[in-house]
């Protein structure tokens, strides 16, 4: 299906005349929570498809001049986007604004595009794609994936260029006020090109869960859909869609119905509480259950906010991510030996991150890589599976990385409630080396006088259906329990959540996943042990009411769905929701399973939210 | 000293024979830094080090020794391409006027692993400076 040459966008909204094109449904993954109508606006990079290939002598300095005018254009543009995404993401994480004016300044690529024109006659177009696909070449040929990657940020200039040759430009002229940015890929960049209120959500067919545009989309509320595939064949600049960022769903042209429903449920959504409203009241559902929530975060910074939405802790920290903020980024596709940081520097990280959460308890996450733990930079490969060589596997085979960040942890943990838990354990002998590494150092700190004054508490994450079978040997040499839901379903079902081809089989409510999930409550509970959650599955609120349900009362999901589930929380009966689990463990296919949840589940929790 | 293609991953004509490194030592400023490891030249220090090394007229060229690749320190694309080869012992020379205020920066930039301390220059080619 292609674009119609000069089709423009309508202002005025197309509810009801939508007959042109049928209504349809996508499924993808939900990235960040609300339900949003609106009109598409595809953020597709402009490729002129027809320009001259050759010009004649007398042309050449009118055309220089063009092409000047286009690098005057796009310096402009990306002086102002690194300006906004300053504001957005801070200087910090603004730089890729600032390699981009870099890769427009580069005197080599400027030089080689203006030879072309020049010399050999190329019209600007022809050249500046020439030169740009010579280099882009280079990139390819490197062998590490992480840094050919960094030919996208040429490829990006590129665009730039030609888009403001061929006088593309003056695209806030055109955008409407409200608007849903529909793209296989939102780059921050592309993001600061918009003005970030006309943005009222985003479908996207590449983003992780913690990707900067994920981030900026959660923060500002934007809700957002992600795993689309061939999203420029199904919806069009100008259609009318209905994005909903809690289901992972878009309909396009929504029928009336859905629109009503839509309507219907906006009306009867627990209010989202602004950030100046915090909830501070213990959570407990209507019949008085205590249930505890968390945040998953991976900078401090996020910590104080989460306690003010009423977090009562931090489920998960993700270490790894301040290696990343830290000058090196973990590798990905191969797995190689960790960055280190030094032990100093991953103390003073640590010791902030315990002085923000007080007397709150914090699970750290030992260093950990995989999906959803990548720079945005490098998010290539965030499709492939995880197998392999990551997590405590990792940490054991590089003692001396493993040893370093033990210490700085032990050595933090004085300052506040840290604690440890290993990821990817899949059997008790990991467990029981990992704890041991830990008494190591910790002995180790003893003898060189440093005083440890509390005990900290040592878990397992529970991510590998080779850990849930074996659950209550690991527990003999773990402090607590924490769900990993992403890996354990991922694992589990043999399914990548961003395989459009399986996605449907990626949920929580898969009868094996229900089965696993019951299983590691049932171990903690034996063993008298805490159990967490602290995959994407707690942040929705009808998950989080089966998760309950099976007895799990520690949650932890992003600090933005804190206030909200919570309320929900309040609104449910935990012997209602523990009738259900056990219903629905009772179901023997996932068909019947998703069927009791929609007729039954999906309009209880709606109405229990309301009350 | 001209400079005509990029890094790229192929052998480069320019191989850095020992010998001229006694030859040119005399001439011209040269010293050689050890990254942390082969990530430490990531997009954004790199942009810090192509930045730093624009604000001076000197000639700047970064060398991987691991591999023999070599580079203008002053362009981007030359120094990712440089990074995405691998090597973590680098070779900067500076030629020029201003050469050892270059060189005194870009070592305390590497020093400090690229860290930005220094945020009040944003660079050249912000129209507004």
């Not at chain 1, 940020?153 to 260029?161: F, G, I, P, S, Y």
């Not at chain 1, 100008?238 to 309909?251: A, H, K, W």
């Not at chain 1, 696993?516 to 994407?536: F, I, M, P, Q």
């Not at chain 1, 609120?541 to 999901?557: C, E, K, T, V």
Request: glycine share 6%; with cysteine; proline share 4%.
């Amino acid at each position: 299906m292609r674009r119609e040459p000069g089709y423009r966008i309508r202002k005025t909204d197309r509810i009801g005349s939508a007959g042109r094109r049928a209504s349809f449904k996508l499924s993808g993954i939900p990235l960040s929570p609300g339900t949003i109508l609106g009109t598409a606006y595809q953020a597709e990079p402009f490729k002129p498809s027809f320009y001259r290939l050759g010009i004649s002598r007398h042309e050449v300095s009118q055309e220089m001049r063009r092409f000047e005018a286009a690098v005057e254009q796009s310096r402009q543009q990306l002086t102002g986007i690194r300006k906004r995404l300053e504001a957005l993401v801070g200087k910090d994480r603004a730089y890729i604004a600032d390699v981009h004016l870099l890769i427009l300044e580069d005197h080599r690529f400027r030089t080689e595009i203006e030879r072309r024109i020049v010399d050999r006659l190329y019209s600007p177009e022809r050249a500046i794609r020439e030169t740009a696909q010579e280099w882009l070449s280079i990139f390819r040929s490197l062998e590490d994936p992480f840094f050919q990657e960094r030919g996208s940020e040429l490829q990006d200039v590129e665009d730039r260029l030609l888009a403001n040759l061929t006088e593309v430009n003056g695209k806030t002229g055109l955008i409407p006020e409200a608007l849903i940015l529909v793209a296989p890929e939102v780059t921050l960049s592309v993001l600061a090109d918009y003005e970030l209120e006309r943005i009222k959500g985003l479908v996207v067919t590449r983003a992780g869960t913690a990707s900067h545009v994920t981030i900026i989309a959660r923060s500002y509320q934007i809700p957002m859909v992600s795993g689309i595939e061939n999203l420029i064949e199904h919806i069009l600049t100008g259609d009318t869609i209905l994005v909903d960022g809690d289901e992972g769903v878009v309909y396009r042209n929504p029928t009336r119905t859905e629109t009503e429903h839509y309507h219907s449920s906006q009306s009867g959504r627990v209010k989202r509480p602004d950030a100046g409203a915090p909830d501070s009241t213990p959570g407990m559902t209507a019949d008085g259950r205590p249930v505890y929530l968390y945040i998953n975060t991976e900078s401090e910074s996020e910590v104080l906010t989460g306690l003010k939405q009423g977090a009562e802790g931090v489920g998960l920290f993700r270490s790894e991510f301040m290696f990343v903020k830290n000058r090196a980024a973990t590798a990905r596709a191969r797995p190689a030996v960790p960055p280190v940081l030094s032990e100093q520097a991953q103390f003073e990280s640590y010791r902030s991150l315990a002085v923000a959460a007080g007397s709150k308890p914090v699970m750290l996450r030992t260093l950990d890589t995989g999906e959803g733990t990548l720079p945005v930079q490098a998010q290539a490969g965030f499709e492939q599976s995880w197998l392999g060589l990551r997590g405590i596997r990792l940490s054991l085979k590089y003692p001396e990385v493993f040893r370093l960040q033990l210490r700085a942890l032990l050595r933090a943990s004085a300052f506040g409630n840290l604690n440890i838990m290993f990821p990817m354990v899949s059997s008790a002998d990991e467990m029981i080396q990992g704890r041991e590494t830990v008494q190591a150092v910790e002995a180790e700190l003893e003898r060189e006088g440093v005083k440890l004054e509390r005990r900290v508490e040592v878990g397992v994450m529970v991510e590998v259906p080779a850990a849930v079978f074996t659950l209550d040997a690991i527990l003999e040499h773990a402090d607590f329990a924490a769900v990993g839901t992403n890996d354990l379903i991922q694992y589990t079902l043999a399914a990548g959540r961003a395989d459009d081809l399986v996605s449907d089989l990626f949920s929580p409510l898969h009868p094996a996943v229900l089965a696993s999930l019951k299983k590691v409550a049932d171990a903690c509970a034996r063993a008298n042990k805490k159990a967490y959650v602290c995959g994407e599955a707690a942040s929705h609120p009808l998950y989080a009411y089966i998760l309950i349900g099976l007895g799990f009362q520690h949650l932890s999901l992003h600090l933005h769905g804190v206030a909200y589930l919570k309320s929900a929380i309040r609104g449910m009966s935990y012997q209602a929701a523990r009738r259900h689990a056990n219903h629905l463990l009772k179901l023997p296919t996932f068909k019947a399973v998703n069927q009791f949840v929609q007729e039954h589940l999906e309009s209880q929790w709606k109405g229990l939210a309301q009350a | 000293m001209k400079r005509t293609r990029a890094v790229s991953c192929q052998p480069s004509a320019r191989f850095l024979h020992p010998s001229s490194f006694i030859l040119y030592s005399f001439v011209v400023l040269r010293r050689i830094i050890r990254l942390e490891n082969r990530f430490s030249l990531h997009a954004r220090a790199a942009a810090r080090l192509v930045r730093t090394a624009s604000r001076y007229q000197c000639e700047i060229t970064l060398a991987a020794l691991d591999n023999k690749k070599e580079t203008d320190a002053k362009s981007i694309l030359g120094v990712m391409l440089l990074a995405g080869c691998g090597g973590t012992e680098l070779q900067i020379t500076a030629e020029g006027a201003d050469e050892e205020a270059a060189m005194v920066e870009l070592l305390r930039l590497v020093e400090e692993n690229f860290e930005d301390h220094d945020e009040t220059r944003t660079g050249l080619s912000d129209p507004q400076n």
